[in-house]
C-alpha cells in the first residue's frame, strides 16, 4: 500500500506562501483519491483540498482557502503539492497528505470526502501563520 511523506511547512507571517509535499511511495498516487487536511489546536481535522483519480475531474478546494491554495501533482514524482499563498494566522495547523483507492461505480472513483474516509496518512507538517 501507499506511504505519504509531508514537507514544507515552516513559519511565515500574514501574507507570506508556503509549498507542502507530499511524497509517495509503494503505489502510483494517480491510481488514488488524495487529498491535504489540516487540524488546528483543540480543532477537528477538516479536509482542505483534494483531487479524484478521474479524468477531467477538478480539485476541491474549502471555502475557506478558495482562491488562496492550489494543489496539483506530479506524477512521474509521485508527489502531491499544495502551494499555499496569503497565508492567514488561521490557517496555522498541522497540514496532513492523505490518500485512499475510493470506491468503483461503474467507470468512475467515488473518493471519500471526510477524514474517516481515508485510509492512508502521512506524519503531517506544522504549518504556523503569525500576524
Known amino acids: 500500500h501507499v506511504q505519504l511523506v509531508e514537507s514544507g511547512g515552516g513559519s511565515v507571517q500574514t501574507g507570506g506562501s508556503l509549498t507542502l509535499s507530499c511524497v509517495a511511495s509503494?503505489?502510483?498516487?494517480?491510481?488514488?483519491?488524495m487529498g491535504w487536511f489540516r487540524q488546528a489546536p483543540g480543532k477537528e481535522r477538516e479536509r482542505v483540498a483534494g483531487?479524484?483519480?478521474?479524468?477531467?475531474?477538478?480539485?476541491y478546494y474549502a471555502d475557506s482557502v478558495k482562491g488562496r491554495f492550489t494543489l496539483s501533482q506530479d506524477n512521474d514524482k509521485n508527489t502531491l503539492y499544495l502551494q499555499m499563498n496569503d497565508l492567514r494566522p488561521e490557517d496555522t495547523a498541522m497540514y496532513y497528505c492523505?490518500?485512499?483507492?475510493?470506491?468503483?461505480?461503474?467507470?468512475?472513483?467515488?473518493?471519500?470526502?471526510?477524514?474517516?474516509?481515508?485510509?492512508?496518512w502521512g506524519q503531517g507538517t506544522q504549518v504556523t501563520v503569525s500576524s
Open positions: 509503494g503505489d502510483t498516487i494517480s491510481r488514488y483519491c
Open positions: 483531487v479524484s483519480p478521474n479524468r477531467g475531474t477538478p480539485p
Open positions: 492523505a490518500a485512499d483507492r475510493g470506491n468503483y461505480f461503474v467507470d468512475k472513483v467515488i473518493c471519500p470526502r471526510d477524514t474517516g474516509g481515508f485510509g492512508h
